[in-house]
């Protein structure tokens, strides 16, 4: 089975704080994810990476850098953490892209900023 | 801009009812229509669609895609409290090979 862990499942830190969340999968996967998800909103792409050291913006990049060093661990940087970024992170991993894009996901990490 | 829609947003049903849940796209060039089941942690892989009226079955789960109305529906039968979870809908499509365009969610409720 695939698995795929993230550093933490709640985390509190304050405005402007720099803050990681490491997410590592054990499947080979080529492609890794980062989504937030929110109510009412649903899940939304912040990045991916399709190898190591690549990576594409998604559809919320602002705030966020990633940095993939290594092809089994993805990691999400919030440079300057803003209380607008409380949300639950969640990490995927995919063998393929394309339309057989079955990505597997993580526990998610609820992140609240004060 | 690729759109997601499901439907009810959410759902209470008892123990034993049959429930549909719909999800309804607007994309750009589809290709594929994931369901996710998601209870308090991750998402995890339900079903994926790509050819129309081609049943697919897990269980008291079924899910069926109908591209010339562009949606798709998940059916449970015999629901049971451990069904209660919030059902996801992705859609993959146009040249973005990587992106799923995600729903925003059914919250079903199953009681006892």
């Known amino acids: 089975d695939v698995k795929v862990t993230q550093s933490s499942r709640y985390l509190v830190k304050r405005t402007g704080e720099k803050v990681f969340l490491e997410c590592v999968q054990d499947?080979?996967?080529?492609?890794m994810f980062w989504y937030r998800q929110d109510p009412g909103l649903g899940l939304r792409l912040i990045y991916f990476?399709?190898?190591?050291?690549?990576?594409e913006k998604g559809d919320i990049p602002e705030g966020y850098s990633v940095s993939r060093e290594k092809k089994e661990r993805f990691s999400l940087i919030l440079e300057s953490a803003s209380t607008n970024q409380t949300s639950m992170y969640l990490c995927?991993?995919?063998?393929?892209?394309?339309?057989?894009?079955?990505?597997?996901f993580g526990p998610g990490t609820r992140l609240t900023v004060l | 801009e690729d759109k997601v829609v499901q439907s009810p947003l959410s759902l209470v049903v008892h123990e034993g009812d049959t429930v549909t849940l719909n999800c309804s796209y607007e994309?750009?060039?589809?290709?594929?229509l994931l369901w996710y089941k998601q209870e308090k942690k991750a998402p995890t892989f339900l079903f994926m669609l790509?050819?129309?009226?081609i049943e697919k079955k897990s269980g008291r789960l079924s899910s069926i895609l109908d591209k010339k109305e562009l949606f798709s529906i998940l059916n449970i039968t015999a629901t049971q409290t451990g069904d209660s979870a919030v059902y996801l809908c992705?859609?993959?499509?146009?040249?973005?090979?990587?992106?799923?365009?995600f729903g925003k969610g059914t919250l079903l409720t199953v009681n006892p």
């Open positions: 995927a991993s995919s063998l393929t892209l394309g339309p057989y894009n079955e990505q597997f």
């Open positions: 499947m080979d996967h080529e492609n």
């Open positions: 990476s399709y190898d190591v050291k690549m990576k």
């Open positions: 994309v750009t060039n589809f290709r594929s």
């Open positions: 790509t050819s129309s009226g």
């Open positions: 992705a859609v993959v499509a146009g040249g973005s090979n990587y992106k799923l365009t």
